[in-house]
T-cell receptor, first 114, second 113 residues
C-alpha cells in the first residue's frame, strides 16, 4: 500500500523564519518517486521537485531545500528565510513503481506573516 | 501558454445536470491524469489515460463518471446526473512519460446547486 502522511495540518511563522514541512511515506516498492507541489491561494498546483528512490542526495534550490532519508521514509522540505509569498498549501506526493496513481498527502497550510 | 489548459475554470450545475470538464495537455504530452480535490483535502487520483485508451480508472466512481482522451482534441471528464457531493476542484495533469513530473492545470471548480 502507498501512503503519504503530512502530520502538520497548519504552520504559521513570521517572515524570515525558517520552516520545515514534514512528509513521511509508506511503500513496499523499491523504485518510487517523491514530489512536492505548492498550491497558492489562487488554487493552481505548482511543481517544486521530484526525487527518485535511488537518489538520496539532498537538494537545494534558492531558499528551498529537501532532505530525503530512506531510513526514516521521510522527504522533508525546508524554506529558509520565509517570505509572505511562500504562504500556500504544500503537498507531498508519492508515485511508486507499478502504480499509475500518485498518492498525495493531505497537505500542510503554511502562513507566513509579515 | 504551453501549460496544461483546463476549462472552464468554474462550472455551476444544478442537481441532475451533466458536467463536462476539458483538459488539453502540455504540448508533446500524451499521458493525462484526472484528480479530485475536496475542500481542505489533498488530491485523489481518479483516472489515467493515454491517447484513445483508459489505462487505469481505479479511482473513478463506477457510476455517473466517465473519461476519454480522443485522438484529436482535449481529454474530457464527464459527470452525469450531478449531485451535491460532486462539488470539488477537478485537476488535470499531463506528463511525457510515467516517471516524469506531472504538470497540473489550474483546475475546474465545480459547484452543484
Amino acid at each position: 500500500a502507498q501512503k503519504v502522511t503530512q502530520a502538520q495540518t497548519e504552520i504559521s511563522v513570521v517572515e524570515k523564519e525558517d520552516v520545515t514541512l514534514d512528509c513521511v511515506y509508506e511503500t513496499r516498492d523499491t523504485t518510487y518517486y517523491l514530489f512536492w507541489y505548492k498550491q497558492p491561494p489562487s488554487g493552481e498546483l505548482v511543481f517544486l521537485i521530484r526525487r527518485n528512490s535511488f537518489d538520496e542526495q539532498n537538494e537545494i534550490s534558492g531558499r528551498y531545500s529537501w532532505n530525503f532519508q530512506k531510513s526514516t521514509s521521510s522527504f522533508n522540505f525546508t524554506i529558509t528565510a520565509s517570505q509572505v509569498v511562500d504562504s500556500a498549501v504544500y503537498f507531498c506526493a508519492l508515485r511508486a513503481n507499478n502504480n499509475n496513481d500518485m498518492r498525495f498527502g493531505a497537505g500542510t497550510r503554511l502562513t507566513v506573516k509579515p | 501558454n504551453a501549460g496544461v489548459m483546463q476549462n472552464p475554470r468554474h462550472l455551476v450545475r444544478r442537481r441532475g445536470q451533466e458536467a463536462r470538464l476539458r483538459c488539453s495537455p502540455m504540448k508533446g504530452h500524451s499521458h493525462v491524469y484526472w484528480y479530485r480535490q475536496l475542500p481542505e483535502e489533498g488530491l485523489k487520483f481518479m483516472v489515467y489515460l493515454q491517447k484513445e485508451n483508459i489505462i487505469d480508472e481505479s479511482g473513478m466512481p463506477k457510476e455517473r463518471f466517465s473519461a476519454e482522451f480522443p485522438k484529436e482534441g482535449p481529454s474530457i471528464l464527464r459527470i452525469q446526473q450531478v449531485v451535491r457531493g460532486d462539488s470539488a476542484a477537478y485537476f488535470c495533469a499531463s506528463t511525457g512519460g510515467w516517471d516524469q513530473p506531472q504538470h497540473f492545470g489550474d483546475g475546474t471548480r465545480l459547484s452543484i446547486l
